[in-house]
């Protein structure tokens, strides 16, 4: 890879732009930790970046808004990067969020060593959002979960909290005791955007993010969000717990804003714009 900008005369004159066709993305793959799925891969050649976090089950390509969020982060000298962690694909039932966390962190200090990066912005999508839309309120509408909630828990109290499930609890993935429970137990390490969660249990969980620019984009007909559950106060009650996150709610929106990719892309580029990061100044200090 090129160690020069991309505004440097001589990539500039040959670069095509990020997108070649339709599911086909220009750009470098790279390794930026140890572990054989700790692959990324990053358009364009420019020293700010927004990383996008997928779901469960998701890798790379993801969304459908990807692509002309590429094209149009291009046009702002941003580059767009996608990863793999340990959990990406059918690995998010044996992984964590405090292991998503670990090997986000490792991609942003390949960026910042390796790439001379200026900062970043985190996209994150459904489950990698650590998103507002709460897997445990849809596992209960599934018949099988209650049962599955009592299994994991008697398995964590006698210690195989790293044993897997029985395949039912969920036929998508190899699923541990801890991760099934962390995701659709009531109060889970994963239960941090549930309707039915105070406005102090909201706060405690997501509160450590008042110092950080955050923009919520609510999906306002999301097919995994309940019927019952109130979606315009749930997304008030988010954003208030963030400390005052803008909201954007996107009518008639899908889970991944497939039918809704204009808007989405629109949201994103006035958020990285207005909030992106001018340096490397430190929010948790």
Known sequence: MSGSSSSGSGLAA??????????????????????PIQVAFKTGDYNQQVIFIG????????TEYLEPLAIA???????????????SYSGYGTSS??????????????LINKENSDGVVLLGHSTGSQAPVSDREYKATLPETAAMIDLSSTMIKEGRGSELMPKEAD?????????????????????????????DQLRMRLGHMANTPCQ???????EYVPEYV?????VDRLCKAMGGAEKVEIEYGNHSLS??????????????????PKGWDDPWS
């Open 14 to 35: 040959n670069y095509e732009g990020p997108i070649k066709g339709k599911n086909q993305f220009r750009g470098v793959l790279f390794k930026y930790g140890p572990k």
């Open 259 to 276: 039918n809704r990719v204009h808007e989405a892309v629109q949201a994103i580029i006035a958020f990285v714009k207005r909030e992106g």
């Open 216 to 222: 919520v984009i609510f999906s306002m007909n999301d």
């Open 230 to 234: 109130d979606k315009k106060a749930l």
């Open 73 to 87: 982060l291009d046009n702002e000298k941003w580059s767009l990067v996608q990863l793999l962690m340990s959990s």
């Open 97 to 110: 969020l405090q292991q998503d966390a670990m090997e986000i962190d490792q991609l942003i200090s390949y």
């Open 171 to 199: 036929p998508s993935s190899p699923i541990t005791a801890y991760r099934y429970n962390s995701l659709c137990a009531y109060m889970g390490d994963d239960d941090m955007f549930s309707s039915d969660l105070s406005d």
């Open 55 to 62: 779901g469960l089950t998701d890798g790379f390509l993801a």
